[in-house]
């Protein structure tokens, strides 16, 4: 076993629930676009079904993350970014961690409000609110819009990522691979 004095890379766990919401978020946003994208008859209750079943587990997964978060240490960096470089990278990681926890709440509270039950693949989610065709729509503008604003952030994680792998070429992106 390697010595404690410094951690080099994330956790297995903190890597296996980042990669796993990825993962989660890609098949919903998915889902959500073939919905909207293909007329499949017969197959639009059930695409909506398999999008709240994979919010709900980004949600969960999130959870985990942020419980992940508070009790594994992170690993030392080696190098030094500038304040404003710092200030934007705990800026991104909150709105990321915000929108992952908003989204399917926003999702669950728009579908109980379209529909009042909340349709997952084997059952029915109970209804959180009263059916309202209005504010529905409502809560669905704001759950399309911040998934949109979900994406360009995953696209900005990324970026800076491929950034730090390809052109600062330190050890940021391989930390957060599997052992």
Do not use: C, K, N
């Amino acid at each position: 076993m390697p010595p404690a004095l410094a951690l080099d890379r994330w956790s297995r766990s903190i890597v296996l629930l980042h990669w796993a919401t990825a993962a989660l978020v890609l098949l919903a946003f998915g889902l959500a676009l073939a919905r909207d994208a293909l007329d499949l008859e017969g197959w639009d209750d059930t695409l909506r079904a398999a999008h709240h079943a994979a919010g709900l587990m980004v949600f969960a997964a999130t959870l985990a993350r942020l419980v992940a978060r508070t009790l594994v240490p992170r690993p030392a960096t080696e190098y030094a970014p500038h304040a404003w470089q710092a200030l934007a990278v705990r800026g991104v990681h909150a709105a990321l961690y915000v929108l992952l926890a908003a989204l399917p709440v926003l999702g669950y509270l728009s579908a109980s409000a379209r529909a009042g039950a909340v349709h997952f693949p084997g059952f029915d989610g109970p209804a959180a609110i009263g059916r309202d065709r209005d504010l529905a729509e409502s809560l669905q503008a704001w759950h399309q819009g911040l998934a949109w604003t979900l994406a360009a952030l995953v696209l900005l994680h990324a970026g800076a990522a491929a950034w730090h792998h390809f052109v600062s070429r330190d050890r940021v992106l391989l930390r957060m691979l599997a052992r």
